[in-house]
Nanobody
C-alpha cells in the first residue's frame, strides 16, 4: 500500500496550490479519501474528505469556499485544490485512505504560505 503526496511548496498569501495523492495497493474506489494537516506544535486536523461512489465532500470550516477536494478513481488519485491561501494554512498535508478496518497514510507534503 502506498499513498504518495505531491504538489506542496511555498506560495504567497492569496495564491493557489494543488496537491495530489497517488494511491496504489488497495481498491481505491471503495475508500473514503481525505486530507489532513499538521502545523508545528499543533495536532493533526481533518481538512477535507470525499466519499466513494457518490463523491460527497466534507470540509474544515476554515477552508470552506477556498479548498476543493476531488478524486479520479481511474487514476487512483485524490486532489486538493487550495485557493486564497493564508499563512495559517501553513502545515504538512497528509493524504489518508479509510475503509472499515483499514487506515492508510501518506508521508506528507509541506505547504508554506508566506510573503
Amino acid at each position: 500500500v502506498q499513498l504518495v503526496e505531491s504538489g506542496g511548496g511555498s506560495v504567497q498569501p492569496g495564491g493557489p496550490l494543488r496537491l495530489s495523492c497517488s494511491a496504489s495497493g488497495f481498491p481505491f474506489s471503495r475508500y473514503y479519501m481525505s486530507w489532513y494537516r499538521q502545523a508545528p506544535g499543533k495536532e493533526r486536523e481533518f481538512v477535507a474528505g470525499i466519499s466513494s461512489a457518490v463523491d460527497i465532500t466534507n470540509y474544515l470550516d476554515s477552508v470552506k469556499g477556498r479548498f476543493t477536494i476531488s478524486r479520479d478513481d481511474a487514476k487512483t488519485t485524490v486532489y486538493l485544490q487550495m485557493n486564497s491561501l493564508k499563512p495559517e494554512d501553513t502545515a504538512v498535508y497528509y493524504c489518508n485512505g479509510r475503509f472499515i478496518g483499514d487506515d492508510y497514510w501518506g508521508q506528507g507534503t509541506q505547504v508554506t504560505v508566506s510573503s
